[in-house]
């Protein structure tokens, strides 16, 4: 049933106050996917604005004020997950994420996925407008796969950071172990469940949602590493109350 769907692919996008990354993330994102959908607030008229240039989905909702909350992600996400349309995979990506250019031949062609399984993957950070330029240009100094073989992007962080840095961390919980925290989680539509809401942040709804997958079925996705674009070099909990504290992206077509 619903074999068809097996090779669509659609994503949800929380934004409030980050069309300028947002509008760099579609643009890198949107190539790979069958259904785009943005989350934001009924005054964000410029995420709408965002989503009307890039043609995808907009949800305009106050659900993350639900419960008096300054930032309720996992009720605006659970608003998202009511405009896929397809029985394939699923992913929650932050506005600040961009997908490697050969993202979904990875993912289909060179990955073995489990439609029981939760998938996470590594990111490496972009910082400052030489790289996100880099990366909309496609003129990366050293893309992934750049010679055909080996992830070369986690050297990435070296090129295009202010930092020689590699990929960010992991979050490993002590008790629940790996958990695929939020800028990047995928599953299939088979497995689907609500994502929990915030008590006020988004510190800690992604690692429960991840920890309602058991932990033998929470998995790493080897073959592609996210781009994390950022103005400024970032700092652990920057944005998790919804309140931005990272300067915005200049230049043209931002």
Same mark, same amino acid.
């Given at each position: *049933? ?10 949800? /996008? ?8 947002? $509008?760099?993330?579609?643009?890198? %994102? ?13 005054? $964000? ?21 639900? %419960?008096?909350?300054?930032? %309720? ?20 990506? $932050? ?33 400052? /407008?030489?790289?996100? $330029? ?14 055909? +073989? ?14 020689? +840095? ?19 989680? *995928? ?35 080897? /073959? ?21 504290? *990272? ?8």
């Amino acid at each position: *049933m619903y074999e068809q769907d097996a090779h669509r692919l659609e994503a949800v /996008t929380v934004s409030v106050g980050f069309d300028d990354f947002l $509008d760099v993330a579609l643009a890198l %994102n949107h190539p790979h996917l069958d259904n785009l959908i943005v989350v934001t607030s009924h005054e $964000d008229r410029a995420t709408q604005q965002v989503c009307l240039k890039h043609s995808v989905t907009c949800v305009p909702t106050d659900l993350h004020r639900k %419960n008096g909350r300054c930032f %309720n992600k996992g009720a605006a996400i659970n608003a998202g997950f009511g405009h896929f349309q397809f029985h394939g995979w699923r992913i929650h990506l $932050d506005a600040d994420i961009a997908l490697p250019d050969n993202f979904r031949r990875l993912l289909f062609n060179h990955s073995i996925l489990e439609r029981d399984c939760l998938y996470g993957a590594d990111r490496v950070d972009v910082v400052g /407008t030489e790289g996100i $330029d880099a990366l909309l240009r496609g003129r990366l100094a050293l893309p992934q796969h750049a010679f055909r +073989s080996g992830l070369s992007s986690v050297h990435g962080g070296a090129v295009f950071s202010q930092s020689p +840095s590699a990929s960010s961390a992991r979050f490993v919980d002590n008790l629940y172990g790996y958990c695929p925290i939020g800028f990047f989680q *995928m599953w299939h539509a088979s497995r689907q469940r609500p994502y929990p809401y915030s008590l006020g942040t988004a510190a800690h709804d992604d690692v429960l949602f991840a920890a309602l997958w058991p932990e033998a079925k929470r998995r790493l996705l080897p /073959t592609a590493i996210c781009y994390h674009l950022c103005a400024t070099p970032p700092y652990y909990g920057q944005n998790w109350d919804g309140r931005r504290r *990272m300067g915005r992206i200049d230049g043209e077509g931002r």
